[in-house]
């Protein structure tokens, strides 16, 4: 299904959308643009496109990469103790999937 059809009569809450932070004075203040200037229609369609950066990003790959790299250690580190003692209960990490996403944010 078409992602404009399956829109198509949706009405979105430009409310947060349309919020800009204005950082010139010390203390900053938020500023409401008007929807049909050229900062609010620059921010709606920000919002449509699939540039934003949201939670729904993942972290940077070296990121991963080391989180991962952790998680693999410390399991081999189980593993190894398990084999030399085999009373030792070992535990592993195996649910990370998006673990390096959430510690990134």
């Known amino acids: 299904m078409a992602r404009t059809f399956r829109r198509k009569r949706e009405r979105h809450e430009y409310y947060w959308v349309l919020h800009d932070w204005e950082s010139r004075l010390p203390y900053g ?3 409401r643009l008007d929807p049909r200037s050229k900062a609010g229609r620059k921010a709606i369609a920000r919002f449509h496109s699939d540039k934003s950066v949201t939670m ?4 940077p790959r070296w990121y991963r990469k080391v989180s991962d ?3 693999r250690t410390g399991n081999n580190r189980m593993l190894r103790r398990w084999l030399a003692d085999p009373e030792f209960d070992p535990v ?3 649910w990370h999937n998006h673990d390096a996403n959430w510690s990134w944010w």
């Open 56 to 59: 729904g990003g993942s972290a």
């Open 69 to 71: 790299h952790r998680i």
């Open 29 to 31: 203040y938020w500023v």
């Open 92 to 94: 592993f990490r195996t």
